[in-house]
């Protein structure tokens, strides 16, 4: 990227500083990690108060194990708010209608199609993206490393929803068969459409789930 | 020919722990300072004038920044064919859908509203969606220049009252055509016949729906336009992008690092990246146009779907001695489409029928635009004969892949029309026997033979085997590689980087010819401002055979370089060294000589062409100018693919199919599925392994039930969704499936691989509809999709029903 480029990736403000260590700052200083709302009217470039009745915007997230204050409005959609205000942008909008499963994330560990969820909703429970997997020296989860292993994808615009698919998946049924594998998480659709290949990275993802387990 | 320690290895793509950790950037993903976001007011009508467009209400909206028309686009000229070309933005829409204005915000839901506040006063025009019926005397035009392309003009043509009588008998009339060529006597093949069988038959229009939608981000900094967009070629957006919003192409970057599916429906880019790009221009900051699912069904392109009618005579041995084929082409409202003219070329060449007759006509309709999709032409084509071959070989109680292999084509086998000598054209090579004979191997056919028709309760089962060609690769294109003071090898890419992992996967290629450890190689992509050469558009199945020649051309220029720098620091005659080991050393003694690293120092020392000062004279001028911004780096091998080629590429599938059908509900599972490919020698077999599987997929959607539908009445859309027109998932799919390659060199390429992203749509296509022909009999279906309503109702009334002349239903 050129020196002068303005274009800012979505992780490069905590670049040279730990995400908790700015995430900390930012709660020290009173103010919500978003400071612009790109798709929400009333955020602060417009200045608008809240509407009446509407339901408390300044919330707390927990999402991948750190507390996030964010400024919601009533109206906001869980992907909407990842991927505009918390910077996470791993998770993907493929329909926006809970068809395609790009969008999924862990809630309280069950996978959820983000894009129809409502960020209020999930006030006090624990949200894991793509993002929140690799441990924070970036070795990757076990789901992970089987799709590295595989080449498990192709353009991999729905890989992020199917990894958090599986990973929800297997905590409920850690041994599964090819056809269960195949049924837990046939909510996601990939358009390259190699499911073969999909499946047998999936089936290697259960067994280093498996292993690291008893690891 | 080098030992093989690289091509033909599984390896992780560098592409790949950005991809699984979410950390890698698609067009939405990213932001800009002061960035506004826009929304599109889109057309309700199929055909209409936009008399009067009022902006003011909206313009006065607080945060609204400004509005975009068409008015605002550069000024073009009509075309040849005497049609405007599309624009992002008209005055004339032409389906329902087609964005007509944009307006910018500050946020998504301003811009929305302010949408509504438009007042637009449109006068409607006639409009048609089902080409037939634009064919009828009294049929309307979907165009004001006229309905249909003939001789490559847009002109008025209609069939006679005559013509459509042959329609109420559900025969596709034989009416005047627009295309036509013949090769042999039609007539004399049909007498030699001992079956003959003539059907007509409709093939759906599909979008292509790649699960990135044509989402795209521009600003502009010091007159130059930066778009980040989703593209199928980086190299070659610059140019189109360009001409969309009326620059130099100088002026233009474009970065597209990952793009979330294509199949034919990016290339390159989208004239929609217009929109941003020139409503950031008049606004003045950076403006994200994102596209939802619903808008890219509009302007995300689609297949053109096809009405035909197939004559085919096939001898007692199997032979097919007469083919005549026609088809009307549903071509959408815009630029003619050569999915008709792939479907005459690919229909004789998979099935070399002795004597062939083919015509078609282009028919223009107020739906959404259509380019190629994923095998145009050579997968809609594979519907229209397979089955009927399927019938023929049946009736002649002949084995359905023993038929496959006395027509395949083999060797130099010529195809499509007649040129002016008279001749036929012909391919580089062909080895579809081979697959035919792996694949009935790896699928078993001979046991899977014993179950086919066979019924047991409600449930029957049929077996199908198609072979599917296609295009597999052009030729002539750059490449740029530079070994550095490092010691590291870096290769420069055009190439899109839409999941084949091509854009990787052929620089192996050079690396294993230079010798050069993988781990020591840099693939820098994604991004025009990086100088990246002049390559092919990963479409048509291009990338592969025409970039590894490329790679392999830019590799023994560097090579030669090494041996010439070496020769004139050491002495001797360039003949006297060799590279390997990372050094360029005299033959027989790999410790000595310079290392990789020394020699890239010593280029640059030389200056002239050792390291990129003095360039070859054919590359290309987009070349070039990479390659001059990269002078002085280290050690360049730059070089245009000038290797001869004898023939026309085409690689191969054979695809094998087991389904099971309930012929109580018409429900049915495809349980298996095989697929071989002729594709030459295998580059990377991870990648070709999601290329067969998953092109076989997209064609098995086809068959099952993927399809357009239209409220025929008010030329508007129903199926605009996923859930309407709903791609196959994990549970439509058997649940594990084989694939092979025969892996046997073209001998029309140096590193003798060919492409392959078309073949498999066809072969997964073919092979399921000839299984439930199988399972169901002669007279279950004669359109696509073969849905369970379709099914169930042939079989209570002993008959297909569905019948085969209206489009979009």
Not at chain 2, 280 to 295: A, L, N, Y
Not at chain 2, 436 to 460: I, M, P, Y
Not at chain 2, 717 to 726: E, I, V, Y
């Amino acid at each position: 990227m050129a020196e002068n480029d303005p274009v800012v990736t979505a992780d490069e403000g905590q670049r040279g500083v730990s995400r908790r260590n700015f995430i900390k700052g930012v709660i020290a200083a009173g103010a919500a990690v978003s400071t612009t709302s790109y798709l929400f009217r009333g955020g602060s470039i417009l200045g608008q108060p809240s509407l009446p009745g509407a339901v408390e915007r300044l919330v707390t997230l927990n999402v991948n194990g750190q507390q996030r204050r964010v400024d919601v409005m009533k109206q906001e959609t869980l992907a909407m708010t990842l991927r505009y205000k918390l910077g996470l942008t791993g998770t993907k909008l493929g329909c926006d209608r809970s068809e395609c499963g790009a969008c999924t994330v862990l809630i309280d560990d069950v996978p959820h199609y983000s894009c129809s969820i409502l960020t209020h909703s999930v006030r006090g429970r624990k949200v894991v993206t793509i993002e929140g997997l690799a441990s924070p020296t970036g070795q990757l989860h076990p789901v992970q490393q089987a799709v590295v292993d595989a080449q498990g994808f192709q353009c991999a615009f729905c890989m992020p929803g199917f990894v958090m698919a599986t990973v929800g998946y297997l905590k409920t049924n850690p041994n599964p068969t090819r056809p269960e594998l195949a049924h837990g998480i046939s909510g996601n659709l990939c358009r390259c459409q190699d499911y073969n290949k999909i499946l047998d990275a999936m089936m290697l993802a259960a067994e280093y789930t498996r292993r690291s387990s008893r690891a | 020919m080098p030992e093989r320690t690289l091509v033909g290895q599984n390896y992780t793509t560098p592409d790949l722990v950005a991809k699984v950790t979410g950390k890698a950037k698609y067009a939405e993903d990213y932001r800009a300072e002061g960035m506004l976001f826009c929304k599109l007011l889109l057309s309700p009508m199929p055909h209409a004038r936009v008399r009067r467009i009022d902006s003011s209400k909206a313009l006065a909206m607080k945060g609204v920044v400004g509005v975009l028309t068409a008015d605002d686009f550069p000024p073009v000229k009509p075309d040849q064919s005497g049609l405007k070309p599309e624009q992002a933005l008209t005055n004339e829409p032409v389906y329902q859908g087609e964005p007509i204005l944009a307006v910018a915000a500050v946020d998504e839901v301003t811009a929305a509203d302010a949408i509504e506040l438009i007042e637009l006063d449109l006068e409607p025009l006639p409009f048609a969606v089902d080409p037939i019926e634009s064919l009828r005397p009294e049929g309307a035009n979907a165009r004001l220049e006229g309905n249909a392309y003939v001789d490559r003009k847009v002109a008025t043509l209609k069939w006679t009252a005559e013509d459509f009588r042959e329609v109420a008998a559900g025969r596709l009339p034989f009416g005047k055509g627009a295309d036509e060529w013949k090769v042999g006597d039609v007539d004399a093949g049909f007498k030699q016949a001992d079956v003959v069988i003539d059907e007509t038959v409709v093939i759906q229009s599909t979008g292509h729906q790649p699960l990135e939608t044509r989402t795209a981000m521009a600003y502009w900094q010091n007159g130059k336009l930066y778009l980040h967009g989703s593209t199928q070629s980086v190299a070659r957006t610059v140019a189109s992008v360009a001409g969309w919003v009326g620059v130099e192409p100088s002026k233009v970057v474009i970065v597209s690092e990952y793009t979330g599916g294509g199949f034919g429906s990016k290339i390159p880019g989208a004239h929609s990246m217009a929109i941003p790009a020139l409503l950031s221009k008049k606004t003045g900051r950076p403006v994200m146009m994102r596209i939802s699912r619903e808008e890219e069904h509009f302007i995300g392109r689609a297949r053109a779907g096809m009405q035909a009618r197939a004559r085919l005579g096939m001898r007692k041995d199997g032979r097919i001695t007469a083919l005549d084929l026609y088809i009307v082409m549903d071509n959408g409202p815009y630029s003619a489409q050569g999915d008709a003219r792939s479907s005459g070329s690919i229909a004789s060449l998979a099935y070399q029928p002795m004597t062939m007759r083919f015509r078609s006509v282009a028919v223009l309709t107020n739906t959404p635009p259509r380019t190629s999709q994923r095998s145009p032409g050579g997968m809609q084509v594979n519907a229209i004969l397979e089955p009927i071959i399927t019938k023929a070989a049946r009736k002649l109680g002949l084995d359905q892949v023993a038929v496959r292999h006395i027509n395949a084509p083999a060797g130099k086998a010529p195809y499509g029309p007649p040129g002016q000598n008279g001749k036929q054209r012909y391919v580089t090579s062909a080895f579809v026997k081979e697959a035919l004979d792996r694949g009935v191997e790896l699928f078993g056919w001979d046991a899977r033979k014993g179950r086919s028709g066979q019924r047991r309760g409600s449930k029957a089962r049929g077996i199908g085997v198609a072979v599917s060609p296609y295009v597999g690769g052009s030729i002539g294109f750059d490449a740029i590689m530079t070994i550095r003071p490092d010691g590291r090898l870096y290769f420069q890419s055009g190439i899109g980087n839409l999941g084949t992992h091509s854009t990787i996967d052929v620089h192996r290629v050079a690396a294993e010819l230079l010798g050069m450890p993988w781990e020591k190689c840099e693939v820098i992509w994604g991004d025009t401002s990086k100088h990246v050469p002049w390559s092919c558009s990963s479409a048509g199945s291009q990338t592969v055979h025409a970039m590894t020649r490329a790679a392999h051309a830019g590799a023994m220029d560097a090579k030669r370089k090494l041996q010439e720098l070496a020769a004139h620091d050491l002495g001797g005659k360039p003949d006297d060294y060799d590279v390997s080991n990372e050094r360029v050393h005299r033959k027989g003694n790999a410790s000595g000589g310079l290392t990789f690293a020394q020699a890239a120092k010593r280029a640059i020392e030389l200056g002239g062409k050792y390291d990129g000062h003095e360039l070859p004279k054919d590359i290309n001028p987009m070349t070039k100018t990479s390659a001059t911004a990269l002078a002085g780096l280290g050690l360049m091998g730059v070089a245009k693919d000038n290797y001869p080629r004898d023939g026309d590429t085409h690689s191969y599938v054979v695809g094998f199919a087991e389904v099971e059908v309930d012929v109580e509900t018409g429900a049915y599972q495809i349980l298996d599925y095989t697929a071989v490919a002729d594709c030459g020698t295998v580059l990377h077999p991870h990648s070709l392994a999601g290329q067969i599987h998953g092109g076989s997929v997209l064609g098995m959607g086809h068959a099952i039930g993927q399809r357009w539908t239209y409220d025929q009445h008010y030329g508007r859309p129903l199926a605009k969704r996923f859930h309407h027109t709903k791609p196959p998932t994990i549970l439509d799919v058997p649940v594990a499936m084989k694939w092979d390659a025969v892996n046997i060199p073209d001998p029309e390429t140096p590193v003798g691989a060919r492409g392959i992203g078309e073949p498999p749509v066809g072969a997964g296509y073919g092979a399921v509809l000839n299984a439930l022909v199988d399972a169901l009999g002669d007279d279950a279906f004669r359109r696509t999709p073969v849905t369970p309503d379709v099914i169930v109702a042939a079989l209570d009334a002993g008959k297909w029903t569905h019948e085969a002349l209206t489009a979009h239903v």
